[in-house]
């Protein structure tokens, strides 16, 4: 079983700049691609980044492109979000999903883990 735990959330104001890290057990980032999700109350989870096996390819959501950026250090496994530019309606439990196997990157049912999420929040 993995273990999947992602740290770094809290409250900052508009604009400001969080960085979220997720760390798994099991060589999980080595050998598959990652991603991270928000779901807001009452809404559904949606996709925010990718970041493929090598960390060769990354793909965003356009509500977070030119302002988030997706890393991972497969010898460390450990994976993180930068967020900077953040926004009220930014405010989510973020969650992070390792084990990509296949299908849109955009989906949650492409990846086999995932953490309890680390909530975000923006103040306006």
């Known amino acids: 079983q993995v273990h999947v735990t992602e740290s770094g959330g809290g409250l900052v104001q508009t604009g400001g700049s969080l960085r979220l890290s997720c760390a798994a057990s099991?060589?999980?980032?080595?050998?598959?691609?990652m991603g991270w999700f928000r779901q807001a109350p009452g809404m559904e989870r949606e996709f925010v980044a990718a970041?493929?096996?090598?960390?060769?390819?990354?793909a965003y959501a356009d509500s977070v492109k030119g302002r988030f950026t997706i890393s991972k250090d497969n010898t460390q496994n450990t994976g993180d979000l930068q967020m900077n530019g953040l926004k009220p309606e930014d405010t989510a439990v973020y969650y992070c999903?390792?084990?990509?196997?296949?299908?849109?990157?955009?989906?949650?049912?492409?990846?086999?883990?995932w953490g309890q999420g680390t909530q975000v929040t923006v103040s306006s």
């Open positions: 999903y390792v084990g990509y196997r296949g299908g849109r990157v955009e989906e949650v049912g492409s990846y086999d883990y």
């Open positions: 970041m493929s096996r090598s960390g060769a390819a990354t």
């Open positions: 099991g060589r999980t980032f080595s050998s598959y691609g």
